[in-house]
């Protein structure tokens, strides 16, 4: 695999040359090197794209996670790129949905794990927000 680093990028903080293009060698033989430019792909736009990739789906779940998409996790993470998703910004838009809609939380958080789950496995990125990013588990939905 080769790399497209530039002479400054291979430069660490404190200035030492080689050393953050050592790391990332280090870091692509272990297999844990994600290329930063895989995770600037906005939510919408994987989710759309992971939903159009599912024929296995019925009909009826098609449209229960277009709906839960459109209505209750595009309109508040969607255009955030999927680097950008952290735990913290996933457990407020839960927390926010979750006072609302207890059961439609549970299962938009369901629907985006499986998707950034997808993201993790097409190399996108290293881990999945919703690993830091606990359900949100009402009296509702249990």
Do not use: C, F
């Not at 790129?81 to 407020?92: E, W």
């Amino acid at each position: 695999m080769t790399s497209r680093l530039s002479r400054n990028s291979t430069r660490s903080a404190d200035g030492a040359p080689g050393a953050h293009l050592a790391i990332v060698e280090a870091d692509v033989h272990r297999g844990a090197w994600i290329d930063p430019r895989a995770g600037k792909v906005t939510l919408t736009a994987y989710s759309n794209e992971w939903l159009s990739r599912r024929p296995d789906l019925a009909v009826r779940t098609i449209e229960l996670y277009r709906y839960l998409l459109d209505d209750h996790i595009l309109p508040t993470l969607g255009s955030a790129t999927l680097a950008a998703l952290a735990p913290s910004k996933i457990r407020g838009w839960q927390a926010k949905l979750a006072q609302a809609h207890p059961s439609t939380a549970a299962k938009a958080y369901r629907l985006l794990s499986s998707i950034m789950r997808t993201a993790v496995t097409d190399g996108l990125l290293l881990a999945s927000p919703m690993t830091g990013a606990r359900p949100i588990v009402s009296a509702e939905t249990r």
